[in-house]
């Protein structure tokens, strides 16, 4: 079975700290994905990455940035949190590019900033 | 990006009876997929149809799809309390590698 693992179920942060949040994924999956979630909203894709150092803007990049270093690792980075990333962040990954076949997911991490 | 919508936004039934979620999308798609998600989890993958299929089945799961309408429904059958959840419908759009679009979601709640 394919296992994505994030490093956090929940975290706190404080306004202006530079948070990242890990994403590993276990199946040689060349595709990675990040994406928030926000009542209401649903899901909404941040950057998604289909190779090592590759990466692409999804529809709301502003205010974060990727890192994609190992096939498996695929990292969020907020540079300076703001309260109105507090939000649940789930990070997929899939064997084809868009997700083709089914994205596998994280268990998410739900993000506060205070 | 255009999102599928997903209605109703809520369901509430009795345990044993069927519930039906439905999902309309925009672009013209390869498939659709549906995910289900467990309060505060990740999404897990349950069934994908092609745009050429019209009905598929898993287990107590139903699919159909209509392209010319644009939407597809989702049927769970003789619901369970452990059928409560999120249910999401994704597309993926017909245009080389665009990312799934996700719609916002139907939440269930399954009365024992």
């Known amino acids: 079975d394919v296992k994505v693992t994030q490093s956090s179920r929940y975290l706190v942060k404080r306004t202006g700290e530079k948070v990242f949040l890990e994403c590993v994924q276990d199946?040689?999956?060349?595709?990675m994905f990040w994406y928030r979630q926000d009542p209401g909203l649903g899901l909404r894709l941040i950057y998604f990455?289909?190779?090592?150092?590759?990466?692409e803007k999804g529809d709301i990049p502003e205010g974060y940035s990727v890192s994609r270093e190992k096939k498996e690792r695929f990292s969020l980075i907020l540079e300076s949190a703001s309260t109105n990333q507090t939000s649940m962040y789930l990070c997929?990954?899939?064997?084809?590019?868009?997700?083709?076949?089914?994205?596998?997911f994280g268990p998410g991490t739900r993000l506060t900033v205070t | 990006s255009q999102q599928g919508e997903e209605d109703p936004q809520a369901l509430s039934i009795q345990e044993g009876e069927n519930a039906t979620m439905n999902c309309s999308y925009k672009t013209s798609i390869n498939n659709l997929q549906w995910y289900r998600q467990n309060s505060g989890r990740g999404l897990v993958h349950l069934i994908l149809?092609?745009?050429?299929?019209r009905e598929k089945h898993s287990g107590r799961l139903r699919v159909t799809l209509d392209t010319s309408k644009k939407s597809s429904s989702l049927l769970i059958t003789a619901s369970r309390a452990a059928d409560t959840a999120s249910y999401f419908c994704?597309?993926?759009?017909?245009?080389?590698?665009?990312?799934?679009?996700f719609g916002k979601g139907t939440r269930l709640s399954v009365i024992a």
């Open positions: 149809i092609r745009s050429n299929e």
């Open positions: 990455s289909y190779d090592v150092k590759m990466k």
């Open positions: 997929a990954s899939s064997l084809f590019t868009s997700g083709r076949g089914g994205q596998y």
């Open positions: 199946m040689d999956h060349e595709n």
């Open positions: 994704a597309t993926d759009a017909n245009s080389g590698n665009t990312p799934l679009v």
